[in-house]
Nanobody, 120 residues
């Protein structure tokens, strides 16, 4: 079982940067797809970025070119570097670990979330 803990959230002015970190427990971290999602009160949680076990990345159009997702399998960590932040980036950011295998194999785990607030 994987346990995830996010850190690095805070308050930043528009145009600034933040780096979110996700620390994962478990010796099989390297086989999981890692992702960052965000949610605003009253709205659906949305995908921000994912990185597969092989290093393939996917970004939401709204953050492409500004955010970078990365992982360090040796340290069981994933990160989200956020540059040129905009007020619309304000949300609670969640780390997710997901694994699919075979026909029926599936598991997902979520962190507790970390608040990111971007002021104008």
């Amino acid at each position: 079982q994987v346990q995830l803990v996010e850190s690095g959230g805070g308050v930043v002015q528009a145009g600034g940067s933040l780096r979110l970190s996700c620390a994962a427990s478990g010796r099989i971290f390297s086989v999981y797809t890692m992702g960052w999602y965000r949610q605003v009160p009253g709205k659906e949680r949305e995908l921000v970025a994912t990185i597969s076990a092989g290093g393939t990345t996917v970004y939401a159009d709204s953050v492409k070119g500004r955010f970078t997702i990365s992982r360090d399998n040796a340290k069981n960590t994933a990160h989200l570097q956020m540059n040129n932040l905009k007020p619309e980036d304000t949300a609670v950011y969640y780390c997710k670990a997901e694994r699919r295998s075979g026909i029926t194999g599936y598991a997902e785990y979520w962190g507790q979330g970390t608040q990111v607030t971007v002021s104008s």
